[in-house]
């Protein structure tokens, strides 16, 4: 059984700065693309970021390019996003997904997801 567990998240201010950790236990992730996801209250889950464990490759949406970090810890299966100069349209629960064998941006392709955390940025 795959388990994706996001911890990190919070209320912050505006230009502030938060770190999302995704732990990942179960299996070997070698082969897999982990993403981060979001969605606001009313809106569809938003990609924000992905990156392949092997080659460490990343990719990020526009919204959040220069701001926001993806990485990850290959020993201790964890995926981190630095979330940096905060907006209040950044305000989100946020995902993280694992995708098996397949580098993607799409959610449906992902094959596990986290129970995700909440991101509350103040004005």
């Known amino acids: 059984q795959v388990q994706l567990v996001e911890s990190g998240g919070g209320l912050v201010q505006s230009g502030g700065s938060l770190r999302l950790s995704c732990a990942a236990s179960?299996?070997?992730?070698?082969?897999?693309?982990m993403g981060w996801f979001r969605q606001a209250p009313g809106k569809e889950r938003e990609f924000i970021a992905y990156?392949?464990?092997?080659?460490?490759?990343?990719y990020y949406t526009d919204s959040v390019k220069d701001r926001f970090t993806i990485s990850r810890d290959n020993a201790k299966n964890t995926v981190y996003l630095q979330m940096n100069s905060l907006k209040p349209e950044d305000t989100a629960v946020y995902y993280c997904a694992a995708a098996r064998r397949t580098i993607t941006i799409r959610d449906y392709q992902y094959d596990y997801w986290g129970q995700g955390t909440q991101v509350t940025v103040s004005s």
């Open positions: 990156i392949t464990w092997i080659g460490g490759s990343t």
């Open positions: 179960g299996r070997a992730f070698s082969s897999y693309t």
